[in-house]
């Protein structure tokens, strides 16, 4: 079976080209639901953003994406008061399973120069500084990917929801109505769920719960805005609910081991490990309930990492690609750069 990288950095990234001049740069963080484009001034520390509708191909088609990606690109590149042409590098890193459609038709659009990406690369740059380390992404789905200190690249997860998902929203809304129902027919142990999920979908009662998940169907951002109420009881001490947030965790920990053993990450030589392992996404807002387990599974793989919850917005994580694609990721500061897009978002 093939073992070579699910998702590689693209040339542009492991070998930049320096731009001693460069002074303006582009990221972009293009989603399901919105996008965010942003020109930073290197040398005045000034940020321009712009916001822009949904540009997940997967959700909206290619054309339709790049359409939006392009239009956030041109709002920021307008209100920054400078041309497409100053800008030293850009960075898009954009949801969706299919990056090299969208890079085509970029390319195709008169933007050869402009390097796409997963949006999970992007989350991995802010993440780690765009350094050694891995991004751990837990939303409405789940993804786990990493770079190791000589550049290999691994993912693991991001299969959807079908045949994924481990540890996100969806799968923890999911589990918790399954559980709701084994408590109704006594094959499993009783929950608070049971009451909480036909409330919260305006059910009837479990049972009916359940014709609604196929009849209507139930949408994964639906099903996954239950986790909040799981959360909630969680935090209340019903125990079903503690013990999946546990297994959740559990099934992102045997992701991260796979990134940390295939990137290499755990061997340093001379000593104990040291990376980041930043957190990324709504369901970490459960804080310590889902954060302590996932960071005991990690630790066990690797003592010394570094386990957080990342706070920088995610469009930071392309511009600090794009400060690397031209030489200049050294100047760029991460602390620096979430205050400039905390103050502007």
Wanted: contains cysteine; aromatic residues 4%; charged residues 20%.
């Amino acid at each position: 079976m093939r073992r070579d990288p699910l998702v590689q950095l693209p040339a542009a990234l492991t070998r930049p080209q320096p731009r001693p001049d460069a002074r303006f740069i582009l990221g972009i963080d293009g989603g399901a639901t919105k996008t965010l484009a942003a020109v930073l001034d290197l040398q005045r520390s000034t940020l321009h953003v712009a916001h822009g509708g949904p540009s997940n191909e997967d959700a909206i088609g290619a054309r339709a994406a790049v359409q939006a990606l392009m239009q956030s690109a041109d709002a920021a590149i307008e209100r920054a008061g400078i041309a497409a042409a100053d800008l030293a590098a850009a960075v898009l890193a954009v949801a969706g399973t299919d990056t090299d459609a969208i890079a085509a038709q970029v390319s195709g659009a008169g933007r050869e120069s402009w390097i796409v990406v997963n949006d999970v690369v992007g989350a991995w740059a802010t993440a780690t500084g765009a350094g050694p380390g891995i991004a751990v992404i837990s939303g409405t789905g789940s993804n786990v990917f990493g770079v190791g200190p000589d550049g290999r690249a691994w993912r693991a997860g991001g299969w959807g929801h079908l045949l994924g998902d481990e540890g996100s929203g969806y799968w923890l809304g999911l589990q918790s109505i399954r559980a709701a129902l084994r408590d109704r027919e006594s094959s499993g142990p009783k929950t608070a769920l049971s009451a909480a999920a036909p409330e919260f979908f305006h059910a009837r009662s479990v049972e009916a719960l359940a014709n609604l998940v196929y009849s209507k169907p139930l949408t994964k951002g639906e099903v996954a805005a239950f986790a909040v109420e799981t959360a909630k009881l969680a935090e209340r001490g019903d125990e079903v609910a503690r013990e999946l947030y546990r297994q959740g965790a559990r099934e992102l920990g045997v992701q991260v081991a796979a990134v940390i053993r295939e990137t290499g990450l755990a061997t340093a030589p001379g000593g104990e490990a040291s990376f980041p392992v930043g957190l990324i996404g709504s369901v970490f807002k459960a804080g310590e309930l889902f954060v302590a387990p996932l960071a005991e599974a990690v630790h066990a793989q690797a003592p010394g990492a570094d386990v957080s919850i990342v706070e920088m917005a995610p469009v930071g994580g392309s511009l600090l690609l794009a400060a690397r694609a031209c030489g200049h990721a050294e100047e760029l500061k991460t602390a620096e750069l979430a205050r400039l897009i905390e103050a502007q978002l």
